[in-house]
């Protein structure tokens, strides 16, 4: 007897019998986890946000630390007790912010009754070239708008009243997060790797390998990123001094100091600090001289994205410049200056999580896809320790 093949009846959820193309299901789930995902960090962001006196001060110990770290390691080796080395390190650091505000106060009022001479000689200069043609606009013009602008201030007075009592109530905020920034440099740079640990206990034991293998990158990548930074903002700021010195521009610490902390964001950082210095130049020594300052500045910036950058960096800190355009952009536009700041060590170091996260395997051997992965983090484990994001 010849055995007929039963076909099967096909089921309600046979993709076959099912109205929803199959494409638009899989998109579908896609949509649905991404959504999730997107309002998981929409919470994240608003409770940065609402917390942001307390987050932006931690974020700054963080950098801090992981500047001082190897100074702190390195005493550290040389057999210095942990509490005298931490505060060895802060104390420089003190002593550094220090000198620079003292050189850069005495510099403005050895510099001052120059200045006044050479502002006023300006003034006078525009005062004439704004009575010329095509601009036509006399004293009597001037005048009238100081007139104005005085008036203006009076009718408002109150509103310029609050507005200083919010300047007030920033500086206090400003104190507290100094506060904040002291102590958290100091806890996390003696007992930062337990810090860590105990961070890592919070997740499933399961996870804990994986994490730690993501904090050691994290943590290395952070570190490196500083150094590199630090060497860059010192560079700038010497080549723009000597520039400003060549040319005798007036106030050439300030501006090396302003380059200096601009440094610290790229792109925007860069442009600003040049823009400044060649103001200055072009205030007090006409445009020659600022133009003279123009190329020292875009000399500098040549220097230092297509030398420095590429030599310091190496496979250490992988960011693309599309990365950290679009990265200083949105941090920009979501927190203004201070996501300016934090926006580039903030993706190199979760680009570095990651990638270790996703190349680490249980048996120890894991695929080497950054240097920043694999590399144990350098100056910040003084104990010997290797098993934390952020070690002492």
Not at 139 to 168: M, P
Not at 265 to 274: D, F, L
Not at 306 to 328: D, R, Y
Not at 360 to 366: I, L, S, V
Request: charged fraction near 10%; aromatic fraction near 8%.
């Amino acid at each position: 007897m010849p055995i007929i093949p039963s076909k099967r009846r096909p089921s309600p959820q046979d993709p076959a019998v099912d109205a929803v193309p199959v494409g638009l299901r899989i998109g579908a789930a896609f949509s649905w986890r991404i959504l999730i995902v997107v309002a998981a960090l929409a919470v994240v962001v608003a409770l940065v946000v609402l917390l942001q006196d307390i987050v932006v001060p931690f974020l700054i110990a963080l950098l801090l630390c992981a500047l001082l770290a190897p100074m702190s390691a390195f005493l550290q080796r040389h057999r210095w007790p942990k509490w005298l080395a931490v505060l060895s390190s802060l104390v420089v650091v003190v002593l550094v912010i220090g000198t620079l505000a003292l050189v850069v106060t005495a510099q403005i009022r050895y510099e001052l009754p120059s200045l006044e001479h050479r502002l006023h000689k300006t003034v006078l200069s525009l005062q004439a070239l704004l009575d010329s043609e095509p601009f036509g606009i006399t004293v009597k013009d001037v005048n009238h708008w100081v007139s104005t602008g005085s008036s203006y201030l009076q009718s408002h007075a109150s509103s310029i009243a609050s507005g200083f009592q919010e300047a007030g109530s920033g500086a206090v905020h400003v104190l507290e997060g100094l506060f904040i920034v002291v102590f958290t440099t100091i806890f996390v740079l003696i007992d930062g790797r337990r810090i860590w640990e105990w961070v890592v206990r919070i997740f499933p034991r399961r996870a804990r390998p994986r994490l730690h293998a993501a904090g050691d990158a994290g943590w290395h990548t952070l570190t490196s990123f500083i150094r590199v930074q630090l060497v860059v903002a010192v560079t700038d700021a010497l080549g723009v001094v000597i520039g400003a010195l060549v040319l005798q521009v007036p106030l050439a610490i300030p501006i090396g100091v302003i380059v200096f902390l601009g440094a610290f964001v790229p792109v925007v950082g860069a442009i600003v600090a040049g823009s400044v210095a060649v103001i200055i130049a072009l205030v007090f020594n006409g445009w020659v001289a600022a133009l003279f300052m123009l190329g020292v500045v875009v000399v500098v910036q040549q220097l230092e994205s297509h030398v420095l950058h590429p030599f310091l960096t190496g496979s250490a800190v992988k960011v693309h410049p599309l990365g950290v355009v679009l990265g200083v952009t949105a941090g920009t536009t979501i927190a203004g200056v201070v996501g300016a700041f934090f926006a580039v060590p903030f993706i190199a170091t979760v680009n570095a999580m990651v990638t270790a996260a996703a190349a680490w395997r249980p048996d120890g051997e894991q695929t080497v896809t950054d240097a920043s992965a694999t590399e144990p983090s350098d100056g910040s484990a003084p104990d010997g320790a290797d098993h934390g994001g952020v070690q002492s």
